[in-house]
C-alpha cells in the first residue's frame, strides 16, 4: 500500500499533481482517493489530454478530468479474469478495492504479461534537404546535426529504445548515405534497422510505399528532426481506445497580438480586444496509422501526411489528435538548434 500512495490524489487537488503521481507510478495512473483511501475515480494520461483539447488547464480542479466510474475488480478476483477484463477493455491496469470500495492494490497488464518489447515498427523520416540549416546541412542531413555530442536521429532512436520499441525503417534521400554508414543496420544499439531508400523526394507520406510488407500493427511515423519526451506507449493506447485510423500529435500554438483587435460589422465596431492571444493546435510531426491506411498511398509518387489526413477525413475514417504536454521541439532553424542544444541537460535526460 505504501508504494501505491505515490499514486493517490486527493480531490482538492489540480490537474498538475495528477500528472505528477502518473508520472512517478509504474502504473502510469493517478487515483483519486478520499482522507480514508476509498477509491472516487482514477486519471490517466488520455483522460488529460481529452481535457486540454477542451481548454482545461492544468491549473483546474483534478475532478474536471476524473473518470468517476473506472472500471474495477474485487479482491477476490483471480488473474485470469483480471488479464481478461484487461484485454477486453484495451486498458493496462485495474484498480483491485475491497467490499467497503477501499483501494488495496492496483494490478497491470504489464505485471501479468511481458509488455517490455512492442514490434510496433516506427518510421522516421530523414530525407529532408535541410535548406534552413544551411551551411551546416551542405556536407550533413539535417537529422544527423549533433545534440551534445549524438546527432538528432540517434537520440530519436535511444528514446523509442527506451520505450522498448526496436524495429525501425528510416527514409532516407539526400545525405542518405551518411545516414546508412552511421547506423548500418543497428546492431550497435541492440534494434533492426532498414531504409526505404528514395531517388526523387517523395513527402512525408510517400515513402511508406516503399515498406516491403503491410505492418501487422499501428504504426508511429516521425519526422526525423524532432525531439520529444513524449511517452510513445501512451500514444499507441489513446490511439487503441479511441479505435482510430490515424492519430495526429498536436501542440498548443500561442499568438500574442500586440495591438487591440477591432470586432466590427461593417463600419460599426462591436468591440476591442486588447492584445489578445490566439491559440491554435498545430501538427507536431508525429503520426500513428493502422496497417490498412498505407493502401492510400500511390506508388513512388510524392505525397504528403497533411493531404493523407485530409483523404481519411473526406472518407468519412476515424481520425484523432493527440495533443503534446511533454516537451517538444522541431529543430528546423539555426534558432532551435541552438535552444535545442543549451535545453539539452534539462530537458531530455530528466
Known amino acids: 500500500m505504501k508504494d501505491l500512495q505515490t499514486n493517490f490524489v486527493t480531490p482538492d487537488k489540480d490537474i498538475a499533481a495528477a500528472i ?14 478520499d482522507d480514508n483511501h476509498k477509491l ?3 486519471v490517466t494520461d488520455g483522460d488529460i489530454r481529452r ?10 480542479p ?6 468517476a466510474t473506472p472500471r474495477t475488480a474485487h479482491i477476490g478476483d483471480d488473474r485470469r479474469k483480471l488479464t481478461d477484463l484487461m484485454r477486453r477493455n484495451v486498458c493496462r491496469h485495474i484498480p483491485i478495492i475491497d467490499d467497503d470500495g477501499i483501494i488495496v492494490r492496483m494490478e497491470t497488464l504489464q505485471d501479468m504479461i511481458d509488455y517490455e518489447h512492442h514490434d510496433n ?12 540549416l544551411r551551411p551546416l546541412t551542405e556536407t550533413v542531413p539535417k537529422p544527423m546535426l549533433p545534440i551534445e555530442g549524438q546527432p538528432i536521429l540517434e537520440r530519436i532512436m535511444k528514446r523509442f529504445k527506451d520505450q522498448g520499441f526496436g524495429t525501425f525503417f528510416v527514409s532516407v534521400n539526400y545525405l542518405g548515405h551518411v545516414i546508412e554508414d552511421y547506423f548500418g543496420d543497428g546492431d550497435k544499439w541492440d534494434v533492426n534497422i532498414k531504409y526505404l531508400r528514395e531517388d526523387k523526394p517523395l513527402g512525408t507520406a510517400g515513402a511508406l510505399c516503399h515498406l516491403p510488407e503491410r505492418p501487422k500493427k499501428a504504426i508511429i511515423i516521425m519526422n526525423g528532426d524532432i525531439l520529444t519526451k513524449v511517452d510513445f506507449r501512451q500514444l499507441l493506447d489513446f490511439h487503441a481506445e479511441h479505435k482510430a485510423q490515424a492519430t495526429l500529435c498536436v ?3 500561442v499568438i500574442d497580438v500586440p495591438f487591440g483587435v477591432i470586432d466590427n460589422d461593417g463600419h460599426r465596431i462591436r468591440s476591442i480586444r486588447e492584445k489578445p492571444q490566439e491559440r491554435f493546435l498545430v501538427n507536431a510531426g508525429i503520426y500513428v496509422l493502422e496497417p490498412d491506411v498505407l493502401d492510400l498511398i500511390p506508388e513512388n509518387e ?7 489526413i485530409d483523404d481519411l477525413v473526406n ?3 476515424h481520425v484523432c489528435l493527440f495533443p503534446l504536454r511533454e516537451y517538444w521541439i522541431d529543430v528546423g532553424r539555426h534558432d532551435e538548434l541552438d535552444k535545442a542544444t543549451s535545453e539539452f541537460g534539462a530537458e531530455f535526460e530528466s
Open 251 to 253: 501542440r498548443d500554438y
Open 315 to 317: 472518407r468519412g475514417q
Open 51 to 60: 481535457g486540454l483539447l477542451k481548454g482545461i488547464k492544468l491549473t483546474d
Open 40 to 42: 472516487l475515480g482514477t
Open 302 to 308: 510524392f505525397f504528403d501526411m497533411p493531404t493523407l
Open 121 to 132: 515498427q516506427i518510421i522516421l523520416m530523414a530525407g529532408g534537404l535541410g535548406t534552413r
Open 20 to 33: 505528477e503521481a502518473i508520472e512517478q507510478s509504474k502504473a502510469k495512473i493517478a487515483i483519486i482517493v
Open 62 to 67: 483534478v475532478g474536471t478530468v476524473m473518470n
